[in-house]
């Protein structure tokens, strides 16, 4: 058998996390001093009262660091090991929970113990509290909303902004540009990450985290509540067409992140609404063919109001239409 403890992939951290992002995460980078490719300046491991000023030294090519004064060093295990004053272990474990890193390990594991757990899953009766998606307890910084991606995508700036856009260099998301997602009540609860492109053979478009539950979510619902009732929602599949009608000026726009309509995300649409409350939808025709097909159209129509924008006929898509065309089709 197997041991039950968390794996800690030691050589995985120290590739996937780099020092100035662990500098990054105790909010360091900003007192130290940028000197090519080393961060330079007070020790935070011994004294902080020390005199030295420059006695700190971080590589931030190397991924290693060294204090002058207390002789102390090492990779990023080391830093948030004497940080922390935890053995190297637990540093890991750490570095793991705040850029949420799941260890090839953990995932054979996890995989393992889903298909164990398959059959007993189906006996038991889900249970609210289990079933929510809770808040991260980590935060993706140092990403690059400059990315030529979003660019290509048509966003501004404004919009990369409002909704913490950027391409993940480490991490989790590696490789991708990440979508942050908020519950309804306006906490983060995952990331998504696009492929910056059209993904290669074997790559999905979007990735998300294995234990997150789109079903629950409706993206960004958390913006959108504040908006008045009578306004109504605009109803979109993907985020990037969220995003595209936002910054046309369609604040009060929604993503299923798909086309099915799970019961909750029914629920929290038809609740942000209200009753009798107006919802546009605006899927490509295909895809409301589908969405209509699920009965999912129905189970709206009869709670508000709903207008099927004819996005289809024309061959358009969400995340590409212009500013005017978008006011003619909700006209
Ligand atoms: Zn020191």
């Not at 940080?83 to 705040?98: H, N, P, S, T, Y």
């Not at 949420?100 to 953990?106: A, L």
């Not at 209509?292 to 289809?312: E, F, I, N, W």
């Not at 978008?326 to 006209?331: E, S, V």
């Amino acid at each position: 058998m197997r041991s039950k403890s968390v794996w800690v992939d030691f050589k995985e951290i120290k590739e996937k996390v780099s020092m100035e992002e662990i500098l990054d995460h105790y909010g360091l980078v900003k007192s130290l001093k940028r000197k090519q490719n080393e961060l330079v300046g007070f020790c935070p491991i011994h004294d902080r009262k020390c005199q030295n000023k420059g006695c700190f030294c971080a590589n931030t090519t190397k991924n290693n660091w060294h204090c002058f004064s207390c002789e102390a060093g090492g990779n990023v295990l080391d830093f948030v090991s004497l940080m922390e004053g935890v053995d190297i272990r637990q540093a890991g474990l750490l570095i793991q929970k705040w850029f949420g890193i799941v260890s090839g390990e953990d995932r054979k594991l996890a995989k393992e113990k889903e298909e164990i757990e398959r059959p007993k899953k189906k006996e038991k009766k889900a249970e609210p509290e289990e079933a929510a998606n809770p808040p991260l307890t980590f935060e993706l910084k140092t990403l690059d909303s400059k990315h030529a991606y979003l660019k290509e995508r048509g966003l501004k700036e404004e919009t990369i902004k409002e909704f913490g856009l950027g391409y993940c260099k480490r991490g989790l998301m590696e490789g991708r540009v990440v979508i942050p997602i908020h519950s309804e009540r306006g906490k983060l609860i995952a990331y998504a990450g696009r492929y910056p492109g059209d993904p290669p053979e074997g790559e999905l478009k979007y990735k998300l985290p294995p234990k997150f539950k789109k079903s629950l979510v409706v993206f960004n619902l958390n913006r959108v509540k504040d908006m008045g009732e009578d306004k109504g929602l605009i109803l979109v599949e993907d985020f990037f067409d969220v995003f595209n009608l936002w910054q046309a000026g369609c604040k009060n726009v929604v993503a299923l992140m798909g086309t099915s309509m799970s019961d909750e995300q029914e629920r929290l649409i038809v609740e942000a609404v209200g009753e009798k409350g107006r919802v546009a939808l605006m899927f490509d025709s295909d895809d409301a063919r589908k969405f209509g097909g699920q009965g999912a159209l129905a189970r709206l129509a009869c709670q508000v109001y709903v207008k099927l924008t004819k996005l289809g006929e024309e061959g358009l898509q969400p995340d590409s239409l212009s500013k005017e065309k978008i006011k003619k089709l909700l006209g």
